[in-house]
């Protein structure tokens, strides 16, 4: 059974930073774009950042590029999120997920299939 557990959520002040990691277990995701969504309430549940099976490609929502970075650490099954001058809009539940199709690379939410059980980012003022 694929379990992915989020952790390193928290309650952070304006300007901090936190990294949050993503452990896969039952099934080896090397061949797979992994990626960290995030959702506010009230909201859609947004791509934040995505990152090819091999690392070499990475991608971001405007909106955190140059403060958050993603990586990966294939022989953990893991994947990360280091996020930076954090602000109250960055208030939100983050989830890691795993896309379906090994080798490709997408931000559609649909095109992903595993998921975690989220971990909540709140940023005070």
């Known amino acids: 059974q694929v379990q992915l557990v989020e952790s390193g959520g928290g309650l952070v002040q304006a300007g901090g930073s936190l990294r949050l990691s993503c452990a896969a277990s039952?099934?080896?995701?090397?061949?797979?774009?992994m990626a960290w969504f995030r959702q506010a309430p009230g909201k859609e549940r947004d791509i934040v950042a995505a990152i090819s099976y091999d690392g070499a490609i990475t991608n971001y929502a405007d909106s955190v590029k140059g403060r958050f970075t993603i990586s990966r650490d294939n022989p953990k099954n893991t994947v990360y999120l280091q996020m930076s001058s954090l602000k109250p809009e960055d208030t939100a539940i983050y989830y890691c997920a795993v896309e379906r199709s090994p080798f490709t690379f997408t931000a559609r939410l649909s095109d992903y299939d595993y998921w975690g059980q989220g971990t909540q980012v709140t940023v005070s003022t």
């Open positions: 039952g099934r080896t995701f090397n061949r797979n774009t």
